[in-house]
């Protein structure tokens, strides 16, 4: 049943509940052996206080058929979204007998059939409060209980879930009965099933304990997944968190598991973490994707500890749990050897928050969640890489080591129960022996993000605008070293006020925020602006280089300076840049000034310059470097027809002298080929025969979402507006429809959109919803008219969902039209 106001959970009802209740166990006993639904019987058991007895409360489940429901042996009602529990007793005995159809959205229990060999696939995805989709469930963090699982399945299936579990099997058919889990919340409940294959298996062993390590994916991809790298990163971070947090894994055992058509990167269900498939590399990569899987392997393990042994007590929370896992996986990743994890963050993540941050729709970190339909739109920049950046001052400010003591101290005193910030915050005052408070209120319950500038004269003269806040920086002097700038001088300080005053070496540049350890955009001196238009990448330290490019993209945003100077600055030092990361935030900045920021009618000849500049540079830069691969996928990207021969050559898999076109990247000119309208079905067809993979099904629906005609694209849209396909066809769907040459092909959907955006809201799940409002929207028309009809569709719509994403985007064609202006 999709997720509408009346089925939500607010936070009054939560901690009405958790004041009644106290759950001890659910026992689940799940029948996965038909193919269009599964069945549950459970079992739950729970008490309540002195006070609530006789009075009533309510359990969650989403669109079952409930066969039969008793509480005490006395049967309730249920109204589709919840079982109404009256008459409650001291201790109390809910037994429920249900069914459900099988997700295709990636919520709840989610199936998927490999189109390549037709085996079956299962996993749960219960965060923030799916479980209730699966089964009757108290959905809320703060309501921890044990689960005691059962499951019967096809007997050539393995079932894993967060415990380890053992099988029988009698005919066609397997038992499976899990050992009992320790306390948990519900939205780490965790069901995987199928026709998984385990690709490696180890151990982490420790003189007091052997924690058994699983990889898992689908048959048709085994052979891709690097097992062995995988579980090096796995083991450097159990050494690493066990160490730094002083309290061994608290679970059984740890499995990772690459599951089918997933919403997120993954999902940190306790011993059975669940993993995006993208993550399993058949083609050639960069290594910013590389890094990008080992610090989300990390990330989920960092939640063993934050947010799964200490949860939080409601999703107001959110954001430390995430921004904790998020910020200790880059110290845990350059534990684990890479590096340059700080200048990764600095370019994906924190340019992500800055963009969040100044949206109409912002937030303070700590976000007021007042029900579900709240949380499910803040799973975003601000909870995620802003709180995570503010973090990472907050150690600069009171150092690592305090840091970490108070973290111990916060782990000792709650392991297995629910907290809130305000008790992690008392532990980091007792280790560092400051008062935090003010910090607090400066970074976690203010919005927006402040700019930080400077200017040579008579010293250095840095200002901050307003709110002044308490920012901790690295002020660093370049000077030339031979054909390199070489930071020659380095001092760290505090800026308190609007206008801060400091003596320093007069260099070629100068870079406020080196080293990264505050959160603020920054405006370079006119010398610096001018010693990073000609030598940016000259710049010998990658971070450095990355808070300049940083602050050029925020200046073309901003529209303080044009897209066209942002494109030639990119061109003039890409070349150079060595941080995978850093270049691939580039490609896709260079994408969305092409597509936003640069008027219409100039759009054409700017593209096809960057395209032929950037094949130049394609061939100039090391054979087979990750430079070059990045360099040609964003070349087909924005290639059009006098590009056709180049095109062509790389979907025959014939690239430049040392490059190996893999079939992915094929696939990918093959698409711009069909966007050209220089090949169609037959050549999709032929290439989907060749690529008889679920991989090359999903390449092939993109492709064909793209031929170039108006009776195609009506039949796409028809398609994607459906609610036919699922998650996954539905982005590539999306991706195709909207990928055009020729723009009339998709002004007759503008109108269409705004007449249907609120009707497709209100049909569907939050994730495909969000697929839809975001990907259908109408930003091939940028025009005062369009950002008028947003505004007013936002105003009209019912969905709080709804009304964030087109406030949203509605900011986003005004900064267009802003930046168009200042071309």
Known sequence: MPASLTTTITRHQAQLRAAMLEVDTYRLHFDLTDDDVFTVHTVVNFSVSAAAIGHSTAIDLLGHEVVSAELNGQPVTYDGARLSLPDLHEDNELMVRSSAKYSTTGEGLHRYMDPFDEAVYLYSQCAPADARRIFPVFDQPDLKARYKIQVTAPAHWHVISNEPGECTIHDEVAHWSFAPSPVMSSYLFALIAGEYVQVGEDSWDTADASVALGLWSRRSLARYVDAEEIFDITKNGFAFYEDQFDQPYPYTKYDQIFVPEFNAGAMENIGAVTMLEDYIFRSPVPQATVQRRAITILHELAHMWFGNLVTMKWWDDLWLSESFAEFVSHIAAIDAGFTDAWTTFNATEKTWAYRQDQLATTHPVVADMVDLDAVAGNFDGITYAKGASVLRQLVALVGQDQFMKGIRQYFAEHAWGNAEFSDLLRHLE?????????????????????????????????????????????????????????????????????????????????????????????????????????????????????????????????????????????????????????????????????????????????????????????????????????????????????????????????GPEGFSVSTDMAWTALQRLVAMGEAGETEIDAAEIEDDTSTGYLAAIHARAMIPTPENKAATWELITSGEPTNLELRHLVMGFRDVHDVSLLLPYTAQYFDTVDDLWGASSFEMAETLAVGLFPMWEISEQTAQQTQDAASATIHTGLQRILTELHDDVHRALTARKAF
Not at 532 to 543: F, R, V
Not at 619 to 637: E, H, K, M, N, W
Request: aromatic content about 8%.
């Open 430 to 654: 007792n280790a560092s022996g400051r008062d935090l408070s003010d910090w607090s209120r400066q970074w976690l319950h203010s919005t927006g993000v402040n700019t930080l500038s400077w200017q040579r004269q008579n010293g250095l003269t840095i200002m901050q605008t307003q709110p002044v806040q308490q920012h901790r920086v690295g002020i660093g002097c370049y000077d030339f070293t031979g054909n390199k700038l070489t930071r020659t001088h380095y001092v760290e300080t505090d800026l308190n006020a609007e206008i801060t005053t400091l003596d320093i070496p007069d260099t070629p540049l100068v870079l406020v925020n080196d080293a990264d350890l505050t959160y603020a955009k920054l405006r370079a001196d006119t010398t610096s602006v001018l010693t990073l238009t000609d030598h940016l990448g000259a710049i010998d330290d990658a971070l450095a280089r990355s808070l300049a490019w940083g602050s050029a993209w925020d200046q073309t945003r901003d529209a303080n300076a044009s897209a066209s100077w942002f494109l030639e600055l990119v061109l003039d030092h890409i070349a150079s840049e060595t941080d995978s990361s850093v270049v691939m935030m580039l490609m896709r900045q260079v994408a969305e000034s092409l597509d936003r920021y640069i008027p219409t009618a100039h759009v054409p000849l700017y593209r096809q310059h960057f395209s032929s500049r950037l094949w130049q540079l394609v061939q100039q830069v090391p054979a087979g470097s990750d430079v070059q691969l990045q360099l040609i996928q964003t070349f087909i990207r924005h290639a059009r027809t006098d590009d056709v021969t180049t095109v062509s050559a790389l979907a025959d898999k014939r």
